[in-house]
């Protein structure tokens, strides 16, 4: 199970989506048009200083930091941007790459064009953590910082000893087309096709044996399909970066049983988030890493102070 990190966060998130959406602080809202036919939602919490802006989770919507935001607003300008596909923005055909994470990065970065938004610092919680990394490896002058919320895993830098699925198809992806459009060392980049299509037979024959020995999953919307195979290879991410993790998770609202599930649960969930946490402090140093235990998953609800206390000590060590 221990590639299956999407199925790990949607357990751990399940329970809170009821109150994810509150609607608590003051706030403005306005629609910025990112593309033709696509607006997101973004919601405004004033302040001044710094732009901070956060990008929730897979699933949630701006709202979900209504409260949490509010505790920012003193020493910096404070935005929210509900991603498309959820909420009150569009939500385009899931078709053509349009939920890629450079898709949704790209739709950040329009955001803060039309807003002239000057190097904002990103805060993302859970999936969020693609948006930031690909916004940070493409475009590390357009921002201040990265603070990843229990969201630099598997998708957001790639730990080639733990790859994901969907990351393998992409990178694949990637280089059919880069071979396809011409202009590169075409013998060269067969060969590297070639490894990349054997890496990618392991880690297939891998993820089936595991989704064998678990029981059925629920149908995923289309637009949760389209985000989970549009996860990319970030390699690179060479911004400031503040990476918290939720590690071991908080697993005490799941009952014991006799056949010593929770157990396996445990023991898996606390071995995946130290290797994330391990991947990401070696492959970003300069990235200043803590790790929470026995946090939610919503780690900036569950140890709200604590989040606040090293947010605000990172912020203030940005130039």
């Not at 357009?142 to 000893?161: N, R």
């Not at 949760?224 to 071991?248: D, E, H, R, W």
Request: hydrophobic share 45%.
């Amino acid at each position: 199970m221990r590639d299956l990190s999407l199925v790990l966060i949607a357990a751990l998130v399940v329970t809170l989506k009821a109150a994810a959406q509150m609607d608590s602080a003051p706030h403005k809202i306005q629609f910025v048009t990112v593309e033709n036919g696509v607006q997101l939602e973004v919601l405004d919490w004033g302040g001044t200083g710094r732009p901070l802006i956060f990008l929730a989770g897979n699933g949630d919507t701006a709202h979900v930091f209504d409260s949490f935001a509010a505790n920012f607003i003193g020493d910096n300008h404070v935005y929210g941007i509900t991603r498309r596909g959820f909420g009150a923005s569009s939500k385009p055909t899931p078709a053509n790459g349009n939920y890629t994470a450079d898709s949704l990065g790209n739709d950040v970065l329009a955001v803060m064009q039309a807003l002239h938004i000057e190097r904002p610092v990103l805060v993302g919680h859970s999936m969020a953590g693609e948006e930031l990394s690909s916004i940070g490896s493409r475009f590390p002058n357009k921002v201040a910082g990265l603070i990843y919320l229990d969201a630099a895993t598997g998708f957001a830098f790639y730990d080639p000893a733990h790859p994901l699925l969907p990351v393998e198809i992409n990178d694949i992806k990637h280089r059919i087309d880069e071979i396809e459009a011409g202009g590169v060392d075409e013998p060269k980049k067969l060969l590297e096709l070639e490894t990349a299509v054997s890496k990618f037979e392991e880690v297939l024959h891998r993820s089936n044996a595991e989704i064998a020995n678990m029981p059925p999953l629920p149908p995923r919307s289309p637009v949760a399909a389209a985000l989970n195979f549009g996860m990319q290879k970030f390699t690179s991410i060479p911004v400031p970066a503040l990476a918290v993790y939720a590690c071991p998770h908080d697993w005490g609202r799941f009952p014991e049983d006799g056949a010593g599930r929770k157990a396996t649960l445990v023991a898996d969930d606390k071995a995946r988030c130290t290797q994330w946490a391990d991947s990401f402090a070696h492959g970003v140093p300069s990235a200043h890493v803590v790790r929470i235990p026995n946090a939610d998953h919503y780690v900036y609800r569950s140890n709200e102070a604590e989040v606040i206390d090293e947010m605000r000590k990172f912020l203030s060590t940005l130039p």
